[in-house]
């Protein structure tokens, strides 16, 4: 028996006050529906179909997936109406995970637990329901069961009576049912209650009256099931997310200065022996190797940093690749690009662009490196630019290995500096200098005596 995932993601979400449909408004830097699409892929659904709705264009020019089948549902009717419209699409043979594009942080262990079947009911009608224990399970259909504790209906709160409402147990609305006894029973919802809506939850009863197996699996935290239907609901579900997290990074080696200010805006994997300061934002893909050192307020994106780096506090690094033993910062940006040997020193207020760092090199402080090829054991001095943009194109500044570039110098590409040469500081560099040359280019001084000095002048 295959799995198809019916994905229910229509809801305008008006409790957000955004022109951004609900399921696509961001946690940990991605949206709901894309953390829910992530999901299905990893329970290894054989179809993964999205009910679409308010905003459906707009869904879809974000979510390109060729792997996706769409529904439309035109008018908000409910969760019933929601899932027969992607009905038609389903197998009859399959297994429906019915999932929701705006709870998006359900474990793939509590997903594989409710699909999982006993291989004798196989062939068999089946329906696995995902509940959730509240304290407070204010605005949730209750799970109401019989003497026996077997589950006979969901009774949502504005239908419910003086006893339901005093249930703990709660509906997630996450559910997988036979493709066989969902066509069955859809059509056969009513409206017929407070809402005037077609409620999914009544198949409950259904498969009760069919004498269908009802499976209870609970989630074992409520965060998993939360739903957002506004921005506080989305802030907990972040802090939730970005706590999950930190957990993982701690288990993998990594301590943090505190668990509460990281955030993770994709994944991050950890040596052993790693130390995060507080405030530092990780997004993309980033690799970091034993015994770095990140300090505060730093900004990590898409890059690899070796063993026994440090990253000093408010630096940012795009797409960059640190070697091992490395010192950036504070305020450095290694923007995409750059490429740093190992023992490279990156100073205070420091910008590499597609620059290429040799082992030992050092760019202490002050300085632009762009479009470069730098040799090892090279040294540039304040205030350096390498100036490859000439308003139209880009050029390449070539430095081979142990040259001193003085401060303040200018390096007018396309230019290379041959080993071992010197630049004298104040020097703006437009041709090639040759293996242990001296340059100097600058103007030269004059000292002029008897100079005076400019005085005020008397006010009217």
Not at 340 to 358: D, M, P, R, S, Y
Not at 385 to 390: K, L, Q, R, V
Not at 396 to 423: D, H
Request: proline residues 3%.
């Amino acid at each position: 028996m295959t799995l198809e995932v019916v994905i229910l993601a229509a809801g305008q979400g008006s409790r957000m006050r955004s022109t951004l449909p609900k399921v696509l408004h961001p946690i940990a830097g991605k949206s709901m529906l894309a953390h829910v699409l992530e999901l299905a892929k990893a329970v290894v659904s054989s179809q993964t179909h999205v009910v679409v709705g308010h905003g459906a264009d707009q869904v879809k020019s974000l979510l390109t997936n060729a792997n996706i089948k769409w529904a439309l549902q035109s008018e908000q009717k409910g969760t019933g109406h929601a899932v027969a419209q992607a009905l038609p699409a389903i197998s009859d043979d399959a297994q429906v995970l019915i999932l929701y594009g705006d709870v998006p942080l359900t474990s793939t262990a509590t997903i594989e637990q409710l699909i999982s079947r006993d291989p004798s009911s196989l062939g068999t009608e089946q329906l696995n329901l995902l509940t959730v224990e509240l304290p407070n399970p204010s605005g949730y259909g209750r799970i109401v069961r019989d003497s026996n504790g077997d589950v006979v209906a969901i009774v949502e709160q504005k239908d419910a009576s003086a006893e339901q409402v005093k249930i703990k147990e709660v509906n997630t609305g996450i559910m997988c049912v036979t493709a066989t006894a969902l066509k069955r029973w859809l059509p056969k919802l009513s409206a017929d209650n407070a809402q005037g809506e077609y409620y999914l939850t009544d198949i409950i009863a259904m498969a009760v009256s069919d004498q269908v197996a009802i499976n209870v699996c609970h989630a074992a935290d409520a965060m998993e099931v939360q739903g957002a239907n506004n921005r506080v609901q989305l802030e907990q579900l972040e802090r939730y997310y970005q706590r999950r997290y930190a957990t993982q990074l701690m288990i993998q080696g990594a301590s943090l200065a505190d668990a509460g200010r990281i955030d993770v805006r994709g994944s991050v994997e950890t040596g052993n022996d790693v130390y995060i300061d507080i405030n530092c934002v990780f997004e993309g893909k980033v690799v970091i190797g034993d015994n770095v050192r990140i300090g505060p307020n730093c900004l990590i994106s898409d890059s690899t940093i070796a063993a026994n780096a440090e990253i000093k506090a408010n630096s940012v690094l795009e797409g960059a690749i640190v070697g091992e033993g490395c010192s950036i910062g504070p305020f450095a940006r290694l923007r995409p690009g750059s490429i740093l040997a190992a023992e490279v020193k990156i100073g205070n207020f420091v910008e590499t662009k597609k620059a290429n760092i040799g082992i030992g090199s050092k760019v202490s402080h002050l300085s632009y490196i762009g479009d470069a090829e730098i040799g090892p054991d090279v040294n540039i001095g304040a205030g350096t630019i390498t100036c490859n943009y000439d308003g139209l194109n880009k050029f390449k500044t070539t430095i081979a290995e142990g040259v001193f570039v003085g401060s303040n110098t200018a390096l007018v590409a396309p230019v290379s500096v041959g080993k071992s040469a010197t630049i004298g500081a104040g020097s703006v560099i437009t041709g090639n200098i040759a293996e242990g040359e001296l340059a100097v280019a600058r103007s030269k001084q004059r000292n002029i005596s008897g100079w005076q000095r400019p005085k005020k002048l008397p006010r009217d």
